[in-house]
């Protein structure tokens, strides 16, 4: 006997999809915050190197360069609300991707600098983007998962094939 259940959102889990969207979503964030961070360093004529995206000392209010690190790490996570909507698609999903892509970079910050982060700075800057990312990228989500339901007049009119 055939099941009758709908197939709006297949809820059976794919592990190697699962995969793929996580290195998709880490590889293109640290290329967009490495992009973004090549455009600050420029501007701030400083040297390009990797201490920008991974030496938590590097973020600091005190000159103009640790303030691009800041708003380079923020402009990052406007992006990154961007790549979840477009890779993921999944509100719920929103929250445990942000998440996972900033474990991840603690834990690159951690064996980059043989030290775990310390500093409050960096702490908050993590919070604030990892909330950022999340909450934008929920919007994005939800706002696609709310238009595809045909709601009205015109809706209740047409006949569906069932």
């Not at 998709?24 to 201490?51: P, R």
């Amino acid at each position: 006997m055939k099941k009758l259940t709908g197939t709006f959102r297949n809820t059976q889990w794919d592990p190697y999809l699962l995969i793929a969207q996580i290195v998709a979503m880490q590889a293109l964030l640290y290329v967009s915050l490495g992009t973004i961070m090549y455009v600050m360093d420029f501007f701030a004529e400083a040297n390009h190197t990797l201490d920008h995206i991974f030496e938590y000392h590097e973020i600091h209010v005190t000159d103009l360069g640790g303030r691009l690190v800041i708003v380079a790490f923020i402009l990052n996570s406007l992006v990154g609300a961007g790549l979840l909507w477009f890779i993921v698609r999944r509100t719920k999903l929103c929250l445990d991707f942000s998440f996972t892509f900033h474990f991840t970079h603690l834990v690159i910050c951690w064996w980059y600098n043989e030290a775990f982060p310390s500093t409050i700075g960096w702490w908050m800057l993590n919070a604030v983007c990892t909330a950022l990312m999340c909450v934008c990228s929920e919007f994005l989500c939800l706002k696609t998962e709310l238009k595809e339901i045909p709601v009205g007049y015109t809706a209740l009119n047409n006949k569906v094939d069932l």
